[in-house]
Structure formats: C-alpha cells, structure tokens
C-alpha cells in the first residue's frame, strides 16, 4: 500500500486536475478543511494559502475528497482481504493500487469476494475444472464423448450432461467476474448502450401520465437527467419495465455483445467438436451474468449523474431564493389566507418581533368582510404597518382583494400588498424551533409570523426550515435524502455567509448557518445576549460558552455588530488583518470612521504598500473594496411584479396574453413561472429566448420578474403552456389536439413542454382553489422579485 503522504499527494494532485487548480493549492485546501476550516472561511479568508480557490471550486474538492478516502479505505480492505485468502499476486495488487473509481475497484475484487456456494464452486468441488479447462483449450474434444469421464454419482454428476452443465458454471463465473470483460464491456454500453422501456400488462390506465414512455427507446449516454429520474419513478411505481440493451437494434445489439465475450474467451466458430457448446457458454454468460450486472450497474452510475444534477438544480433554485431581495426593516402585517379556518394575521415590527395576531372570517361561510376590514384597519393604524404579506395558498386572491380595499381604507399608511411564498411554512409552524419562539402562540398563527418576516428578510427567515421543504427541487424525493441534504446545506451555509449576519438580532436558527459555529453555540450566544446585552465588539463573543479562539477564527468575519465599538465590525473585514486597516488610516492620517465609505480616496490606494508575510494582495484589496461599502449585502434591489386584473383562473387566461409574472422554480428543462392563477406555467427551454439556450439557468433565476406569452391552456389537465420570445406567433389549436398536449406545451411527467405542475404550498385545503364566494374581478397583488411570490411550482410528482 501507498505511504500517506504519497497517498496524499496522489490525492491532491487528482482533485488538483479535476477542479483546474495546481497540485499545491489543492494540498494547502485539503490541509485547511482537515483543520476544521470551513469553505466559506477559506475561499474568504485564505485565498493566499489556496491561491484564490473561490468556493465551488473548494466544495468540488470537498466533495471528491470524501469519494477519494473512501475509495482508499475500500482500496486497503479489498487488498487485505485477498492477501488473507493468499491469492494475492503482483500483477493483482499492482492492478488494485491502478483502480482509479470505485467500479474498476469492485470489478477487479469480485471473483474473491466473500460468496455463498455457488454452481460453479459445487462444480470445482466435484472435479469438474479439468474438463472445463479441458474443452476450452482443445475445442476439438467431443463434450460428449470426454463428459463421461467425469462421471461420478457419488460427487453429484449423474450423467454427461450433469458434467457439462457443472463445467458450463465454471467458465460462466469465470468470464462473468473476469475484471477486464467487464471494464470492456461497461465502457462499450455506456457509448451504446439504450435505456429501452416498456408498460407493465394492466398498467396503462393507472400509469396514464407516463405514456409517452410504454414504448420508448434513448440512448443512455445522452438521456437528460429529469427524463431518466421520471423513468426510474415510474419503474419504482410498477408502471414501466426497463431494460439497458446494447445498441437500438437489440437482436443485433446482443449478438455483438455475445460475441465480444467470445473473443475476449478466445471462442470462434470454426465447426469443431466443442465450438457450438462454448459459444452457447458465451450466450449465456452475457445473459444470465453479465448482462444484469451491467444493467444494475451501469443504471446507479446513471441515476446518480442524474441524482447529482437534480441535486444541483435545487441547490441552484435554492440560492436565488435565499439570496432573493429583502423588504427590510419594515413594519409588516402577514396574512395567511383561509376559507373555513378563518385568515390568520400577524404583525411583526421592523426588528421582526412579534406585536400582534388576529384571526379573521372574510370568505365562506361567514362572510365576515366588513368587520374584518374593521379589525385590520385598526391593527395597521395601531402598528404603521408598511406592507401586507400574503401567502399564496388556498384564498390567496380572494385575501388579496380584502388587502386591497385595506389598503383604500388607510391611505395615510401607503402599504403596499405583496403575495409571498407560503412553501413550508407549515413545517416551520410544528418546529421544535417555532416552538421554542412561539411557545405560547397556535401553531396556524406562527405561518402567519413566518409570511410576513419572509418579506423582511427571506435569508433570515427560511434558514429556520429544512432546505428541502422549501419545495424548488427537481424530483427532489427522488434523489439520495442524505446527499440532498448535504448539498443543500452547503448551499445554505455558502448564502449566509456571503451575507453576514447581525449578531445582535439574528436567531439561532441564522447563526448556526454562520461559519464555524454548531446550533449549540448559536444558542449559547443568544443567551449570552439575552443575559448580558448587545455584543459590543466582536471580541466579546469570546466570552460565550464553549466559542474558543478556533471558533473565533471562523466565524468573526461573518458576524457583523453595528454601532459598536469598533467600526469595523460591522463589516466583513475579518479581526486578523485589522493591523492592515491601521496600517492603511496611519497613512492617511483619518479615523477609521470617516475612511469607510469614501471610495474616491480608497480606489487611489495602492494595495501593494500594505501587504506583508501574511496578507497578500489578494486580501489587501479585499478589504479595500469592503472599506468602500462596507457590510454591503450581495442580494439585490428590493422590487415587485404585478399580477393582471380579472386572471385569476385557469378559465381567466386566453391564448395570445401577455402577463406578468415571477419565475417559481427553474428545472433543466425550462422554468415555471407564477402568473397569478393558481396554477404555474411552463416555459420551455426552447421558449425562453430568442437565442440558444443550453442551460435555463443562464437566462432565468428562481425570483426573477419576467413577461410572457400565453401559448397554451390545458384546463382539464391543469397545465399552461408560456414563452418568453413574446414576438412570436401564437400557433392556433387543432381540433383534434387538446390544447397543451403537444408542441410548447408537451406532454412529459418529467416537465418536458408541456404546461405547468399543481401549486404547492397551500395549508388549507392544500391544491382546492375554492373561490369562496369572493367577487369574480380582484385587484392584484404583487408578487416580490425574491421569489417570495412563487408557488414554488413542480411538475406532477416532483414535489
């Protein structure tokens, strides 16, 4: 085996390759995050150590190197195995120490692997080996005829055809875990190799909306992602059969298979005594062995390619949202809509504290409209409520007329209502943490709380709920729980603390995202706040249980505390290089304070003059361009969209509108956007630009105010069909197609053109879009750039 640090060179200078960087900086990385550093603090902090590794590159590298030591843990258990059971030769050890992937390793152990008895085993012990060596070397021995040599009743061998069989098992097992046959072979389907699928008899009625798949043929290699996720679903569902065949004709596909067996045995066809049998050998062992250990095989590297690509695209959906635009510090009345159960309402003050709730009954039955206009007006007199959150749910547009007569009630307020994102907001509700801040309030107030602080702050507020209840994934339930939720912390980790955070009002929820810090930290520093005040400094964050000078040494550049006594803590400029800065006023002769934020002046600074042994260039301008804004928020400008008067159903919209409206949700197909019906619409891929476009994402982001057009209605399937390329003719619908079925709208489960999924989110009464008896026309309200509008829409199933 490798010594370590050879291993650990090797390792290096593997991910070094993979992620564009040098050997060095790979080391120094991977030095660091075994430290304990974390990638926020590294991609900040020490770019001079990695050599500016920005951050996607350093969780590649975090990720490969968990697969990296995994693979040599894997590599030095197969290696003493095999030299235990005394088999271990030079050219196999030298072979395993070559395996590059966890498959190549698998393969190249798997005929000693530890195994029940098998035929051919039983067929070794009853001396059958010699005559299957026998007829392999000598194809023109009669099997017949040199089978009743062997012959045995007493070992099991009944009669010649008893012995071929057992010799049979022998070379099928042999071929069948033959390393570099299987290495040719899987490479070979994966270049080949078609994904085949068929209906299960009896299915076709309750696998309905997978018909675009009961006869369908696609090459693996190319095969999208979402497409094989809806494939690997449907198979889960016993609605589909699938198979990996070796090229579209499967017949001939087959046959060349067979036949690459035969050469790789050293089988040919050449009428002698022993070929026919031999290569009936091969056709077997490529049926009955290696055909189905390609397939499982070849089918999970699939599904995790796709796996991690759907991964990436929630990860994606998630960090727009995360990082959509907040309202700010803004007194804020949230109303969580309601037929039955009544609206449940909330006012939060500009911290985001908690100061009043309410229920009221405006919709069916009790139609309590004027006196919940009444109680609502007197609630935003008595706080100055600035905005009114809605969440999208069961009632939103009929809650959304009620706003908006609230509105015309106090025009001495001049609120503004916003539709916001209810999407787990009920699993906050039952959380431990939700709980813990809210002990005493019901649990259907607290959605309420949590709608009007998402339009504060998104960040602030939805890093209290689990990444994937936020519900912006593609076939997220489809995926490996635990690598989802792995990557989707990262994602949130990485949002927070390009942000910051204000240690003086963040939750303990916000600052466990902080680098460095566990939730017991976290919580230890709001006690200590509640206990003792406001943190006046950074440095007296050292006082808190249990955070030491390593966790310091983390989390301090992300934690900002302003009007403090320090003014540069309130920006991101990390404790350690405070030296620089003194360096840098002493040559100006300024205070602090009036340096920070006169950019004129630090722009004619040459960042050069202020570097030493320990903070390069890379740092000294770092903390230039934070001096000039400093604790300046990444997130964008705060914005909101506008829904049409009167569309407010499906049956509202016509083909030809052009609306307005806030992507949802982006998939690798295209990207659903939220027009105000209840229902998200679709914009294809191909529908998103005027231009080719390969990735949707370079285009849209979740959050984004977009127009479009409308191309399609599909009522009773519940899909529209949009476009963004709003110069484009409007195809007039066939008679003999239902609208949305084909063309821009399609027809796939998986999202593929064809229309819109069910809104997501609602918590009373869920998809049932009751209009309560609310009039027909409703003004509209507008749905905030950050995404908080979205119905976080999926296609059918995705959720």
Known sequence: MQDNSKLAQHIAATIANEIGAQPAQAKAAIALLDEGATVPFIARYRKEVTGGLDDTQLRNLEVRLVYLRELEDRRAAVLASIEEQGKLSDELRADILAADNKARLEDLYLPFKPKRRTKAQIAREAGLQPLADGLLADPDLDPQVVAQGYV???????????????????????????????????????????????????????????????????????????????????????????????????????????????????????????????LDTCRLTWKAKLHLHLLLDLFGQAREKAEAEAINVFGDNLKDLLLAAPAGPKVVLGLDPGIRTGCKVAVVDRTGKLVATDTVYPHQPRNQWDQSLHSLRALCIRHGVELIAIGNGTASRETDKLAGELIKLAPELAMQKIVVSEAGASVYSASEFAAKEFPELDVSLRGAVSIARRLQDPLAELVKIEPKAIGVGQYQHDVDGYRLARALDARVEDCVNAVGVHVNTASAALLSRVSGLSSTVAENIVRHRDANGPFVSRKALLAVPRLGEKTFEQCAGFLRIADGDQPLDASSVHPEAYPVVERIVRSCGREVKSLMGDASYLRS????????????????????????????????????????????????????????????????????????VHQDGLVHISALSNTYVKDPRDVVKAGDVVKVRVLEVDIP???????????????????????GARGAGGRQPDGRPAGSAP???????????????????????????NALAAAFAKAKGNA
């Open 152 to 278: 045995d009743a007493d070992k099991g061998v009944a009669d010649a055809k008893a012995a071929l069989d057992g010799a049979r098992a022998i070379l099928m097992e042999r071929w069948g875990e033959d390393a570099a046959l299987v290495g040719e072979l899987r490479h070979w389907l994966v270049d080949v190799g078609v994904i085949r699928a068929r209906v299960a008899e009896g299915k076709e009625n309750d696998g309905a909306k997978y018909r675009d798949y009961f006869d369908h043929a696609e090459s693996l290699a190319r095969i999208p992602s979402h497409r094989l996720l809806a494939l690997f679903r449907a198979r889960r569902e016993e609605v589909l059969f699938l198979d990996l065949e070796p090229g579209s004709d499967a017949e001939a596909g087959h046959l060349q298979a067979e036949g690459r067996v035969a050469h790789h045995a050293g089988v040919r066809a050449q009428g002698r005594a022993a070929d026919k049998w031999l």
């Open 759 to 785: 809104r997501g989110g609602g918590r009373d009464g869920g998809g049932d879009r009751n209009r309560g008896g609310a009039p027909a026309r409703m003004p509209a309200a507008a749905p905030a750039n």
């Open 717 to 739: 399937r519940k899909r529209i069909a949009l476009t963004c390329r709003l110069d484009d003719a409007v195809p007039a619908p066939r008679p003999d197609e239902r609208a």
């Open 605 to 676: 600074v040459r960042a050069e003059q202020f570097t030493d042994d320990t903070f390069g260039l890379p740092t000294v301008r770092d903390i230039l361009k934070e001096l000039e804004k400093p604790g300046r928020d990444p997130r964008p400008e705060f914005k909101a969209a506008r829904f049409a008067d009167g569309v407010e159903d499906l049956k509202d919209l016509q083909v030809g509108m052009i609306l307005e409206g806030v992507v949802s949700n982006v998939a690798a197909f295209g990207a659903f956007v939220d027009i105000g």
